[in-house]
Every structure is written in C-alpha cells, then in structure tokens.
C-alpha cells in the first residue's frame, strides 16, 4: 500500500471520508441525525519501523506484501505512497464504526475499513423495511430489490459509462442543477450546503464519539 504524507498529517481519516457516505445515506431517508456512537481501531497497519521511513530505505522491502515492486508483482497494484505503513507514526486507524440515531427513531449501522481489498471490496448499503429491503454496492453499479412477502428479487445493473466519471455522474448532475439555479430556472437545489455541512458535522461528533468513549448529539453549537 505505501503510506502518503498526506494521510500521515491527519487524524481520523477514516470520517472524513465518510461524509461522502453520510451525504447519500441522510439524502435518501431524508431524515436529519441527532445522535452518534463511533469508535475506531487499528490493528493492521502498525509496528515498530521508525518515523518516516520510505520503502526504498528498508531491509525488508524484497518479502514486505506492502513493498512498491511486491505489489506491483504479486498484488499487481500501484503503490500509493513511498512511506512505510507499518512505521510508528501512521497516525490513522483501520477500521471505524458509527450508530447514528434519526429523528424518527430509525437507526443507521455504518462501518469501514482501510485493509479489505480485490474481490472482498464493496461500498454501498441496505436499507431495510417493512415491505421489502434495498442493497446497492458502488463497485458492482447493481441495485437488488428483495420483496419480504413475495418470492421476488429485482436487481438492476448500471451501465459503467453512465459512472465512469465525475464521481459516479453525480458531478454532472449537480452541476446541471447549480447553473439552473443560476439561471433561475429552478428553485430546489438536489443537494444543498446545509445537507453536506450536516454530514461535516455527523463525522466531526462521531470523531468526538470515537475519542472520549460517549454519545454525542448532532447539532451545532448554540
């Protein structure tokens, strides 16, 4: 994998990212959160190598899974970075996990992790209710519909030329939809700043969560 400079200036890492998460799951149920649990570990990528020592530099590079030339051989991935990601100043977690409770009193389990890769990869969710259950995963473009009283599956695949691009084609949408609004051509905005400063702030209290060991109530302060 390498490590990045980037990435080793940053704590929690793992919630920055899940805003883009947050941003589609608060989107769809169209509820806003009042209540997060998180916590976090990490168990994979630590040890003992010295602080910012570079894969070239390392006795271990020829048998490291982790080496620049191992996983372009064995791994056939492109290394991200050159620094060492079992070196002692890593800095950011595996792995997280958040409750998130919603004003209707529905929760949301939401988890990641930094280590799952190949076919074991996914990115997506399931919603369930009453009726039925929704799954979709980013990597595959499907969406399946299962019927709770009925024998039925419904899945549906996306072309991948339809997100090839641009954040799964979401950029253009948005796009699309702010000149509209310029233009005054439409009044609704598909996704405002207020819905992505609300995930912001889901992640910086599920931080919060992570690090004291507490609840704590999303919203701003007074």
Known sequence: MGGSATRRRHKACSYKKATHDFDYINHILGLKPVTVC????????????????????????????????????????E???????FAEDTGNEDSGSALVSYESGMHVSYSQN????????????????????????WATNRIQVFMHHTPR??????D??????????????????????????TQTSVSSLKD??????LCLKAKESA??????????PD
Not at 79 to 85: D, H, I, V
Not at 153 to 158: K, L, T
Not at 211 to 220: D, K, L, M, P, Q
């Open 38 to 77: 998180a916590m976090t570990s990490k168990q994979i990528f630590k040890g003992n190598k010295r602080a910012g020592l570079q894969c070239k530099d390392c006795e271990e590079t020829s048998t490291c899974p982790e080496s620049p030339d191992n996983l372009r051989k064995l791994a056939f991935e």
């Open 79 to 85: 290394p991200l970075g050159p620094y060492c990601c």
């Open 114 to 137: 930094f280590f799952v890769r190949k076919k074991a990869a996914a990115r997506g969710a399931r919603f369930l209710g009453y009726k039925g259950t929704v799954e979709f995963d």
């Open 153 to 158: 599956v419904e899945s549906y695949e996306i």
């Open 160 to 185: 991948d030329a339809a997100t090839a691009v641009g954040h799964a084609g979401g950029d253009s949408t948005l796009l699309d939809n702010f000149i509209s609004l310029m233009r005054g051509k």
């Open 196 to 201: 992505g400063l609300n995930s912001t702030l």
């Open 211 to 220: 690090e004291t060991g507490t609840f704590r109530e999303v919203r701003w």
